[in-house]
């Protein structure tokens, strides 16, 4: 089969097309046609080998690993004999990192690690999904409580809202009637009202933290200033949630988060994302029509050099997907 396999730590260039092995599912696993994949924030981490942790999981000097891609949609080709859910031909998607295997025509991945795909849904949409939806559903609704009536989220800001995560994220906040502000770079502004945004900040241009706003919840991806900034920016009784950023100033939130909810009552959290834990309920949204994903490509299974650069290079829009088999 043909799959885009690195040898070695670096930049997109150490990304080949190649021919390997198909893989063989074990007894647990299902074989799956990958059909779409798309990149993740893990992924280009993994290609460079950076922060040092993910040496610590794919191998000190070169990649264990060698082949990277976890949100995956597909058809399932083959099953093993305890395989309860799924049987040949059901088209599925979810994220299966941890075991990656995503950028090839086939990959073998775990039941659990898996959901049908609507019949409604593109392959490209389905793997524009898991990581990103979960941790905006995750960010949003399981740390920040936007449901939570009482609390009144009413002003939502999403930092680094016109990725993955941000794109969800203003779709789902949108939901529950919130005045939803995203920031990122100029050239994503437009894109970011036409989802529904009410106001846009360009971060190059304006410190959100230090603009005199406060919003009852923020969702951040790129956490890139101190726990006191962010505290000034929410409203009495805000959250704050990230779901990633500079280690830095991660560790920062998780040291003074809880000295700051306790003297400020202003709620400073980090959330761990559980794997395609509400893919359901993304189904449900998607099949009502409350939720699409937006797609920077597809692109082909030859071009994934030039998007993981565009990724890399922050000037993608929602998700990044490569079309890897076509019927
Ligand atoms: N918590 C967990 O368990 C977990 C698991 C998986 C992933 N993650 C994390 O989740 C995040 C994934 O987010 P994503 O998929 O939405 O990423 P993404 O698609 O790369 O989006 C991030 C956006 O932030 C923008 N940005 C860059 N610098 C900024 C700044 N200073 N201020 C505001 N915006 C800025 C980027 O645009 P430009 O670069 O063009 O400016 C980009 O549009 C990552 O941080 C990843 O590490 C967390």
């Known amino acids: 089969m043909k799959a885009i396999v690195y040898t070695r730590y670096g930049q997109p260039e150490v990304l080949e097309l190649k021919e390997v092995a198909k893989p063989v599912p074990n007894e647990n696993e299902v074989l799956l046609k990958v059909y779409a994949v798309s990149i993740n924030d893990w992924d280009w981490q993994l290609l460079q080998g950076i922060p040092f942790v993910n040496r610590l999981i794919n191998g000190l000097v070169k990649p264990r690993k060698r082949i990277l ?5 597909g058809r399932v ?3 093993g004999k305890n395989v309860k859910q799924f049987r040949p031909g059901d088209e599925v998607y979810g994220d299966l990192s941890g075991e990656w295997g995503g950028f090839a025509e086939y990959v073998c991945a775990r039941e659990n690690a898996l959901i049908l795909k609507p019949a409604e849904m593109s392959f490209e949409e389905a793997a524009a999904i898991p990581q990103a939806a979960m ?7 399981d740390r920040g409580e936007i449901h939570s009536e009482s609390k009144g989220r009413r002003k939502i800001l999403i930092n680094g809202a016109g990725g993955g995560v941000g794109t969800f994220g203003v779709q789902i906040a949108k939901l529950y009637g ?10 994503k502004l437009e894109m970011m009202r036409s989802l529904g945004f009410d106001h846009v900040i360009d971060y190059s241009k304006e410190d959100f933290t230090k603009n005199g706003k406060s919003y009852d919840l923020i969702l951040d991806v790129k956490t890139n200033r101190s ?3 962010y505290k000034r920016a929410l409203a ?6 990230t779901v990633g950023g500079s280690t830095g100033r991660l560790i920062q939130v998780l040291l003074m988060g809880p000295l700051i909810s306790k003297i400020y009552k202003k709620n400073l959290c980090i959330v761990v994302l559980k794997q395609n834990k509400d893919l359901a309920y993304m189904n449900e949204l998607f099949k009502e029509g409350k939720v699409k994903p937006v797609i920077d490509g597809p692109y082909r299974l030859d071009e994934v050099q030039k998007a993981f650069k565009l990724f890399g290079e922050g000037n993608h829009k929602g ?7 076509r019927d």
Do not use: H, M, W
């Open 236 to 241: 009495p009784n805000g959250i704050y949630t």
């Open 135 to 141: 941790l905006a559903v995750q960010g949003l609704i």
């Open 77 to 79: 080709e083959e099953v």
């Open 69 to 73: 891609g976890s949100d995956i949609a």
């Open 319 to 325: 998700k990044v997907v490569i079309r890897i088999t």
């Open 227 to 229: 726990v006191f900034d």
């Open 178 to 187: 919130a005045e939803v502000t995203g920031v990122d770079n100029s050239g």
